[in-house]
């Protein structure tokens, strides 16, 4: 929970240049946060010369796929340039599962690209992952990253992992040419946008693209809309209670939020293909309905790196014109603008030399430039130039995200792995059979307690 506090007053506080610093300096003074060990001179990575890592080979896991995993061949493509080492990659659905497996194989990935801070906590408490303080540049890494996201990648005073990319996770896609021809507003409430959902059915159209597609991961976009709603209309501190596994799942206002949400996905013409629309589209193929002619949806709630998605299939079109995404819809006037947000963490699992190059070239500005210069991408780099963002709406995203009055992480990402995936299959249960919702609070209120 420190953890958590602490990223209410940090997040993105630097994202938009000295003027943030400036106003925030008294503030971030106050903050106690962690003093990590600097590597000892000895043990000091000197980056290894072309010649030392000519035919080295690094291999990665994640799960990125589509456009984010182009983007990241990219960046990867620079590093492989200027060393002569190569990137190998494995994707797979299922990181935890595919990750253990490794370990107990003994045979891991150099690098894993993990999706939450839970499971870093998890893997350094097991001696899993390498200490990334005991060769990079701690000065450096001081500079670049506010020390919210230094503590919040750290466990027992030792940085494990790096803040590579992150997401605003409060984001509704839509289409701005649509809504205009059609006399359609964007929503400030909750009660305005499903208001605006009705008008929509009895004009003939579709309001809501919603997915969750078939994976081991599946269901994971559905708990976003329950984190946001949480959040959004419970406020922080029961939201933080819920994470932590102190209140149990079925609170008054948690499960008024699955209530909303089950309320919503079940309503007759609210969703694209219905429940069977929910569990067979893909991520990136939810946000391309709006982008038909006519439009075969008009919102899309999914997280800021949707623009990425939107981008690669429609290369035409012009941000903040064509495409843009509206702040999800207040629930609770007292804690309005409440956005949760995601995160990328690069992690090392063997230590080479080739593997250290690469970390700390992940871990650098220019890597994460290089990535934002393609879209669906905000960094936290402090190093990195605002600038850099290509198009206004990803200017938007960065500078929401600074604005945010409250910001946490998404629950899941906070919640034991066995919880996060007991609740992605429950969410899919949800869309199948809206009777179930009483008994999935029950059965998660009793794996939260079991799991803590």
């Not at 964007?186 to 579709?206: E, S, Y």
Request: with cysteine.
């Amino acid at each position: 929970m420190i953890q958590q506090n602490r990223i209410v007053l940090y997040i993105f506080l630097f994202i938009l240049g000295p003027a943030l610093i400036a106003g925030c300096a008294g503030p971030a003074a106050t903050i106690t946060t962690t003093s990590l060990p600097s590597a000892a001179p000895t043990a000091v990575f000197t980056p290894a010369t072309v010649q030392d890592l000519k035919g080295a080979h690094v291999g990665v896991l994640g799960v990125w796929s589509g456009p984010e995993l182009d983007s990241f061949m990219t960046v990867k493509a620079a590093w492989e340039t200027k060393t002569g080492g190569s990137i190998d990659w494995e994707g797979t659905h299922d990181l935890p599962g595919t990750l253990a497996a490794g370990l107990q194989e003994g045979n891991p990935p150099d690098i894993a690209i993990l999706p939450n801070p839970g499971l870093m906590q998890q893997l350094a408490g097991e001696e899993k992952l390498v200490a990334l303080n005991t060769f990079m540049d701690m000065d450096q890494i001081s500079r670049d990253y506010a020390p919210a996201w230094i503590d919040l990648g750290s466990y027992n005073n030792q940085l494990y992992a790096i803040f590579y990319k992150v997401s605003h996770k409060a984001t509704v896609w839509y289409n701005p040419g649509a809504f205009m021809a059609a006399g359609y507003t964007v929503p400030k409430t909750w009660d305005d946008m499903t208001g605006l959902a009705d008008r929509m059915v009895a004009d003939g159209n579709t309001p809501f693209s919603i997915t969750a597609p078939r994976s081991p991961a599946a269901g994971w976009a559905l708990t976003d809309w329950i984190s946001e709603i949480v959040l959004n209309n419970c406020g922080p501190e029961l939201y933080d209670q819920w994470v932590a596994g102190e209140v149990p799942w079925t609170e008054v206002c948690i499960k008024q939020a699955f209530g909303l949400f089950n309320k919503l996905i079940h309503t007759d013409g609210y969703v694209l293909g219905g429940s069977q629309g929910i569990l067979a589209t893909t991520d990136a193929g939810g946000t391309y309905p709006l982008y038909a002619d006519p439009p075969a949806a008009y919102m899309d709630y999914l997280a800021s790196f949707g623009q990425g998605f939107i981008a690669s299939q429609y290369p035409n079109l012009k941000a903040g014109d064509d495409y843009d995404f509206f702040t999800f819809p207040t629930m609770n006037p007292e804690y309005a603008g409440a956005i949760t947000i995601g995160g990328d963490l690069v992690v090392m699992v063997k230590d080479t030399p080739a593997a250290r190059s690469f970390m700390t070239f992940l871990a650098g500005a220019q890597a994460q430039e290089t990535w934002i210069k393609l879209g669906g991408f905000t960094s936290v780099n402090r190093s990195v130039s605002t600038d850099t963002y290509p198009d206004p709406v990803a200017g938007e995203v960065a500078k929401a995200l600074a604005e945010a009055r409250v910001s946490r992480f998404g629950a899941g990402d906070m919640m034991p792995a066995a919880l996060q995936r007991a609740w992605w299959k429950a969410m899919l249960d949800l869309v199948n059979d809206q009777n179930k919702l009483d008994s999935i609070l029950d059965s998660l209120t009793d794996i939260a307690q079991n799991t803590k």
